[in-house]
């Protein structure tokens, strides 16, 4: 089973739910988890959203954590489907359609710390904006933003760069864990906060930065199970941020717990996929 996740702070408690059951459904000790994911045909690819969404798009996983502006372009899937429950294939029904698989995401309701636009001049400034190249739903995000809340029209430009002295008129999109190390750097005179900014626009939205996907039927066979690891995960997100082997690197606690049980929601309810076809028709038909 090839799974492919996001390589962030904000994943732990997903990574550590699928060792623990892997772990549990072979009665290997913790430690023995990280062999397992191997061991026992389950390989788990951690990688930034924008690979990710790569592996999705090819066929390269059978279930990926995708960032929501990449779902829409998963070869068969529909848009209209974001409001229907998931059930297990049945292989004796039509072909197999990606769909998504699982009740939980990653996703915020109001403020989530780490996907931000940085600049030292106010909004109705802004000339320039770099996109963070690890980005595929963030850098979408800004876009329906600033044309149709802001009402500005920088130039955007792809960058690799967020360690960027920015000069005026200049912003930057950063997101992930390394915008914590950006905001202590140097204390950036206006600091947008992405998912409250959209939330504003919309009324009180919630907004999902990603959801897990099924890309091919193997991948949707396991949903049940990968279902029931998520939950776990997340009703243990403290012993997730020092217990998770696949991590990228350790973390304060403090921080982390309070990041995680405060900015991020994990539960991807009915308002949640609302906000998802709000922002799909946005990004689809802009306007």
Sequence with gaps: MRITAVSYLNTLPFIYG????????????????????????????????????????????????????????????????VFQSFEPSDRSS???????????????????????????????????????????????????????????????????????????????VAIGDKVFALREEHRYAYCYDLAQEWSDFTGGLPFVFAAWVACTEAGSEFAPTLNRALAYGVEHVAESITGTVNRSRDFDVGTAYNYLTRAIKFRLDDRKRAAMRLFWEKVITPG
């Design 94 to 172: 039509s072909a197999f359609t990606p769909r998504i698989i699982t009740d939980y995401c990653i996703g915020a309701e109001g403020a989530v710390d780490t996907v931000v636009l940085l600049s030292d001049t106010p909004l109705a400034g802004i000339r320039h904006v770099y996109l963070d190249s690890h980005s595929r739903t963030s850098v979408q995000l800004v876009r329906v933003l600033a044309r149709e809340y802001w009402r500005i029209e920088p130039e955007w430009i792809d960058s690799a760069d967020c360690s960027r002295k920015l000069q005026p008129g200049e912003a930057m």
């Design 18 to 81: 699928i060792e623990q059951q892997a772990a549990v459904s072979s009665a290997l000790s913790t430690e023995e988890a990280g062999r397992l994911l191997a061991g026992e045909g389950i390989a788990l690819s951690l990688r930034v959203p924008a690979l990710c969404a790569a592996d999705a798009v090819d066929g390269k996983t059978d279930i990926a954590l995708v960032p929501t502006a990449v779902i829409p372009r998963i070869p068969g899937f529909s848009i209209s489907s």
